[in-house]
Every structure is written in structure tokens, then in C-alpha cells.
């Protein structure tokens, strides 16, 4: 079983900070690339940022240095540490497992329910 739980979105003003959560099963965790997308009204799905099972790290070029990734391999936990929000950052939010399904590294992508993140100017 793939899951993964969002939470940790919210309404905020502009400047502040949000930390979201994504709690993911073991079989979506375990050795398994996990991001973060968002995706704004009218607006296709982008990367956040990302973080390889080994903990390599990777960021949009938009919000790098003012959010950081960050999983927590005994928790089954990635997070979103977000800070000086600015009022484009609304959109929701996805955590997405890129679940590997074969030696040969074939993979499927797999979401969770999002989260809604506002920032208010």
C-alpha cells in the first residue's frame, strides 16, 4: 500500500513562516525519492524541491534559500520548512513518492491529497 498524508498548509501573511508534513507508508518511503510540487490556480504543477532517499537535496530556483526539505527516516516524515513566504507561494501542495518497482529502476509517481498553502500580502 502507497500513501501519503499532507498536512501543515494554512493561511499565513506575507514574510511569515509554515512547516508541511508528509507522512508516507513504508512501501511509498522506503528507498524512495520524495518532493514536494505546488500548483497554482490556472497554473501547471512545478517542483519544490526534492529528496533522494540518500538525502540529496534539490529546490526550485524560486524558493531556494528560503525553504528547505527535509525527511526523517524514523518517522517515515518529509518536511517543508517554509520561510519569508511571499504571496506567489500560494497554491497547493503535493507530496509525491517516486516509488521504484523493478530492478531496472522503473518507477511510478504517486500523490497525496495536497495541502492548500495562502499567503497574504
Known amino acids: 500500500q502507497v500513501q501519503l498524508v499532507e498536512s501543515g498548509g494554512g493561511l499565513v501573511q506575507a514574510g511569515g513562516s509554515l512547516r508541511l508534513s508528509c507522512v508516507a507508508s513504508?512501501?511509498?518511503?522506503?528507498?524512495?525519492?520524495i518532493g514536494w510540487y505546488r500548483q497554482a490556480p490556472g497554473k501547471q504543477r512545478e517542483l519544490v524541491a526534492d529528496?533522494?532517499?540518500?538525502?540529496?537535496?534539490n529546490y526550485a530556483d524560486s524558493v531556494r534559500g528560503r525553504f528547505t526539505i527535509s525527511r526523517d527516516n524514523v518517522k517515515r516524515t518529509v518536511y517543508l520548512q517554509m520561510n519569508s513566504l511571499k504571496p506567489e507561494d500560494t497554491a497547493v501542495y503535493y507530496c509525491?513518492?517516486?516509488?521504484?518497482?523493478?530492478?531496472?529502476?522503473?518507477?511510478?509517481?504517486?500523490w497525496g491529497q495536497g495541502t492548500q498553502v495562502t499567503v497574504s500580502s
Open positions: 509525491n513518492a517516486r516509488v521504484v518497482v523493478n530492478v531496472e529502476g522503473a518507477f511510478v509517481d504517486k
Open positions: 513504508a512501501r511509498a518511503f522506503s528507498g524512495n525519492r
Open positions: 529528496v533522494s532517499s540518500s538525502g540529496m537535496t
